[in-house]
């Protein structure tokens, strides 16, 4: 990726950023819980089996009560984990409660790593991808840090969905070779089929 490219992406990162911030609690819990809503109804969902998600940070959609409705349906949960900062490497672990998670690296919850806990990313049935800004085209800007795009590449496209509140999403954002899309974008009022089944 050149450097206006970069530019440009740290500039729609801090412009959404405060997008995302602004939203008032109230509404990125209520929005959070249509989203849920959204996950509930899609068949790739439905036929899963074990599910990865974020552990909500900041502003981000908050994906608790989605982790505990998922557990309660009897599917296994499995959350990233960063064992080493800035090595760019994520594990996918296991959890059985939300609370076993507490903020370490970033400041971002996670579980105590633990290597019977681990599970490979073939064995994911649907990964729930976070961001602060999604385009139509299903591609994305994180933090910065690389570790999704890392981890992604070698996933099927279709067990990729993005989740966002709507003020997240834009009509295109510059994007680089290691750059992953999702097939699937998922807000509190549409889904966006990237690819279609």
Request: glycine share 8%; hydrophobic share 35%.
């Amino acid at each position: 990726m050149n450097e206006f490219q970069e530019s440009q992406k740290n500039k729609l990162r801090y412009e959404y950023l405060k997008k995302r911030d602004k939203l008032e609690p109230f509404l990125r819990y209520t929005y959070s819980n249509m989203i849920l809503s959204n996950i509930k109804k899609m068949k790739e969902y439905r036929d899963s089996k074990i599910v990865m998600f974020y552990l909500s940070y900041g502003s981000e959609v908050i994906t608790d009560m989605m982790i505990n409705e998922v557990l309660l349906d009897g599917k296994e949960v499995v959350v990233p984990v960063i064992q080493n900062p800035g090595d760019g490497i994520m594990t996918a672990v296991k959890i059985n409660k939300l609370e076993d998670c507490i903020e370490k690296v970033y400041g971002i919850r996670q579980p105590d790593f633990d290597e019977n806990d681990v599970v490979s990313r073939k064995e994911i049935d649907l990964i729930f991808v976070p961001g602060i800004v999604f385009d139509i085209n299903g591609y994305r800007i994180g933090y910065g840090k690389g570790y999704y795009d890392r981890w992604l590449k070698g996933t099927d496209i279709s067990k990729r969905t993005g989740i966002a509140f709507e003020v997240q999403l834009i009509e295109k954002i510059p994007k680089g070779k290691y750059d992953l899309p999702v097939g699937k974008i998922l807000t509190e009022s549409r889904v966006i089929e990237i690819i279609k089944n």
